[in-house]
């Protein structure tokens, strides 16, 4: 988890100095963030714009395993699940709050490695640290994160507008997040049974930087603007392709159909799957923690978007009747199932 000979115990600064030492470095970017930590509240002003505000709670033990995910990146990590809503929703992220709850078994070094990998994400997507909470916890270690963006009222995009014969596109790549938490599963299984193997990660760093350091798509949302698209519909892609094109279905009142030939995968992910047994495209409908964006656009749109490669068509909104369809490689009709990520199954 955390190896440092020198450690300071966390109630040597209390939780008021905890709050002040972890935070100090973090200057206001954003005209929008008024005052930042150091009152009873933070406040923004939303310069006549619509808010847009989303929580996301991670749970030791639940949402991630300390046996191989560092700290570090566990605090970037923690802020991109975050921001990636908020660029769902067509917006641009200002300001986060961060609150931890902390058991005995970390000290005051641990925690500054998670407030750098938080500090990092802030630098990198010119985001305000604006306040939070600390608290001690008997169940582990709890980050809870609260993003808040703006939009203006116009290009506020929600789940629900998809329109029949739009079609569906998918940033980046899908599925390498999850193999890359099978490589630091099998792994962390070989070390238990036997502490002198080292880890043998050589040659898979794009899938596993995908599971531990994910990056959120501001960029596609900066590229949709500059080409003039407003989507139909978006959605991030945290649970699985096959979950979210669910849930634009349901909230559009819409069906969907996709096509197994054009979910982008990348090399690695593909060769990484099948040396695990797996089935790549499998892994890109059910695996998750991709955050890349899911959207619907017009055809109209189409034209201005074709020739980037991020960007790849993968399916189209069909009548509510048809429902959400797969077309294999081999033409073989699939109804699309949900068997991402649930926090609940045990």
Request: net charge negative; with cysteine.
């Amino acid at each position: 988890m955390f190896e440092n000979k020198e450690k300071t115990e966390i109630n040597e600064l209390g939780e008021f100095g905890l709050i002040k030492h972890l935070t100090s470095r973090f200057a206001i970017k954003n005209s929008e963030s008024i005052k930042g930590i150091g009152d009873d509240a933070a406040v923004l002003d939303g310069k006549g714009k619509q808010v847009l505000i989303s929580t996301d709670l991670l749970l030791e033990g639940i949402h991630f395993d300390l046996a191989y995910v560092p700290l570090i990146h566990l605090g970037y990590k923690a802020v991109q699940v975050n921001l990636s809503d908020i660029y769902a929703m067509n917006g641009m992220a200002s300001s986060i709050t961060v609150s931890i709850g902390l058991s005995s078994k970390f000290p005051l070094e641990a925690v500054e490695e998670i407030y750098k990998g938080i500090e990092l994400a802030c630098n990198r997507f010119n985001i305000d640290l604006v306040g939070g909470d600390t608290s001690a916890s008997k169940q582990g270690l709890v980050i809870s994160i609260t993003s808040i963006g703006y939009v203006d009222a116009d290009k506020v995009v929600y789940r629900s507008g998809a329109n029949e014969n739009d079609l569906l596109c998918v940033s980046g790549d899908l599925g390498g997040a999850y193999v890359g938490l099978q490589i630091l599963e099998r792994e962390k299984l070989i070390y238990l049974e036997n502490p002198q193997i080292q880890p043998d990660l050589e040659g898979k760093d794009y899938i596993i930087e995908r599971q531990l350091k994910p990056e959120a798509r501001k960029d596609v949302v900066a590229l949709l603007d500059d080409l003039n698209i407003k989507p139909t519909s978006m959605i991030d892609v945290s649970d699985g392709l096959a979950s979210e094109i669910l849930h634009l279905a349901e909230q559009s009142g819409k069906g969907f159909t996709i096509y197994e030939d054009k979910i982008p995968l990348d090399p690695m992910t593909y060769e990484t799957a099948r040396e695990l047994g797996l089935d790549p495209t499998v892994c890109a409908l059910s695996g998750g923690e991709d955050y890349e964006l899911l959207f619907t656009i017009s055809q109209d749109d189409y034209k201005k978007l074709k020739n980037d490669v991020d960007v790849t068509v993968i399916g189209h909104v069909t009548d509510k009747n048809s429902g959400c369809k797969m077309v294999s490689k081999s033409d073989q009709v699939h109804e699309l199932t949900a068997q991402g990520w649930n926090a609940f199954k045990r």
